[in-house]
């Protein structure tokens, strides 16, 4: 479980902070909801869990730990 939060919170960064998805977040605002997404990493984080453990209480557990580590930061 360590490996897939540590995963998934690699990956929600990429995706919702880093430069080389920019593009992919500039041209995502044409639809609302999309855009949303792909800016908020802890949104994304429950998704991209939900991919990788096939889990939803999981994803829930690995959002939670984006969460914690969000507000102590």
């Known amino acids: ?3 897939s939060t540590l995963v998934t919170i690699a990956i929600s960064y990429l995706i919702s902070e ?9 041209w995502s605002k044409k639809n609302r ?7 908020c990493p802890i ?5 991209i869990a939900l991919i990788i453990t096939l889990s939803i209480w999981q994803s829930l ?5 984006l969460v914690l580590i969000k507000k102590l930061l």
């Open 1 to 3: 479980m360590l490996l």
């Open 61 to 65: 557990a690995i959002m939670g730990v």
């Open 33 to 39: 909801y999309l855009a949303e997404l792909l800016h």
């Open 43 to 47: 949104c994304l984080s429950f998704w």
């Open 18 to 26: 880093s430069f080389l998805f920019e593009k992919v977040r500039e």
